[in-house]
């Protein structure tokens, strides 16, 4: 029984790793019509401008969802970020974050203003 055991356990991680890599596959194609075989198999200089390509990429989505606009997907956001996750760790001497530009932290709303009466 443990041989069964083992074998259903390694065919659910080998459909997982399908289905995973055809999503971000189907991600990156639709999102940015880039091949995600080639992206992996690039060298440094390219990976890095289709990093930064795809840091927008998903902004842009980030930005849909923010927006509540029709055509956000949160699985193509999620693809989309396992796909830059991935292609960062061809490289992991590259810096974590590659974004184009920092991220603003914004006061709270409806909060009362220092010294004020509660």
């Not at 189907?26 to 019509?33: E, H, I, K, N, S």
């Given at each position: 029984m ?10 659910r ?6 289905f995973?890599?055809?999503r971000q596959r ?11 075989s ?15 390509r ?5 902004e ?9 606009h029709w ?33 603003r932290?914004?006061?709270k ?10």
């Open positions: 443990r041989d069964f055991s083992g074998e259903i356990a390694a065919f991680r080998e459909k997982l790793t399908e995973t890599d055809a189907a991600a990156l194609q639709l999102c940015c019509g880039i091949e995600l080639s992206a992996l198999s690039g060298e440094p200089e390219p990976t890095l401008a289709l990093l930064k795809l840091e927008r990429a998903i842009r989505e980030r930005l849909r969802g923010v927006n509540r055509s956000y997907d949160l699985n193509r956001h999620i693809a989309l970020k396992q796909v830059r996750d991935r292609l960062k760790g061809v490289f992991p001497a590259q810096p974590g974050r590659l974004s184009l530009r920092p991220r932290i914004r006061p709303r409806n909060a009362a203003p220092e010294g004020a009466a509660r």
